[in-house]
């Protein structure tokens, strides 16, 4: 099954050691992003890649540093993460373009603990 | 005010109840609806799509928007304890590159 997939489902880092998620895609879609989801809050994007175009949100913290080296992998990396960016992150992928073909389709994320 | 506001629960219902969740947002420019369903520590999926103002009906879901009143909601009829799950709404404008913006999620709980 075509399908979004992020390793490792669990991580546990320590204060201000750096840290990276990885995201993989089978579906072949052009855009790929990653969320920061707190409890009880919506996802945040961060930032999101339109093929190899790289696009951040003007509120994400500098910490936060992505890398696409193809069609389907994307990573977040966190430098020095902090006891605040412990949370659920989320990639997800989309098909740019009209009607169903922009909806999102969401791996099912990597709890970061930071300790 | 927030782009997308969505009421922020927990909600509890018996099984079988109809369930109204709901979503006010202030960008006229949405033009795209969407709902998710989040069980716990799992992603969020698509559970309906509606393109502008209208109604949209799948199995138990049924998804309506309004947009002269900037106004979504979803229903569930005969709610079943597998519909317990964190629903978020979702929108987007016209374009090719356009972003989500979600609420913040309502939880539900569906009592056997």
């Known amino acids: 099954d075509a399908m979004v997939i992020q390793n490792p489902r669990y991580q546990v880092t320590q204060f201000g050691k750096p840290v990276t998620l990885s995201c993989s895609q089978t579906?072949?879609?052009?855009?790929m992003y990653w969320y920061q989801q707190k409890s009880s809050q919506a996802p945040k994007l961060l930032f999101h890649y339109y093929d190899k175009d790289f696009n951040n949100e003007a509120d994400t913290p500098d910490n936060f540093q992505s890398r696409r080296p193809n069609t389907s992998f994307c990573f977040l990396d966190i430098r020095s993460p902090g006891l605040g960016d412990a949370a659920m992150y989320l990639c997800?992928?989309?098909?740019?373009?009209?009607?169903?073909?922009?909806?999102?389709?969401f791996g099912p994320g990597t709890r970061l603990l930071v300790l | 005010q927030k782009e997308v506001e969505q009421d922020p629960g927990p909600l509890s219902v018996p099984e079988g109840a109809i369930v109204s969740l709901n979503c006010t947002y202030s960008n006229s420019a949405f033009q795209y609806f969407m709902w998710y369903r989040q069980y716990s520590r799992k992603g969020p999926e698509l559970l309906m799509y509606?393109?502008?103002?209208g109604n949209k009906e799948d199995g138990r879901f049924t998804a309506q928007v309004d947009k002269s009143s900037k106004y979504i909601s979803l229903f569930i009829r005969d709610s079943q304890p597998s519909d317990s799950a964190t629903y978020l709404c979702?929108?987007?404008?016209?374009?090719?590159?356009?972003?989500?913006?979600f609420g913040k999620g309502i939880t539900l709980s569906v009592r056997p």
């Open positions: 579906l072949n879609h052009n855009v």
């Open positions: 509606t393109y502008s103002s």
């Open positions: 997800a992928t989309s098909r740019p373009g009209t009607d169903v073909k922009k909806t999102q389709y």
């Open positions: 979702a929108m987007s404008e016209t374009g090719a590159n356009s972003k989500l913006t």
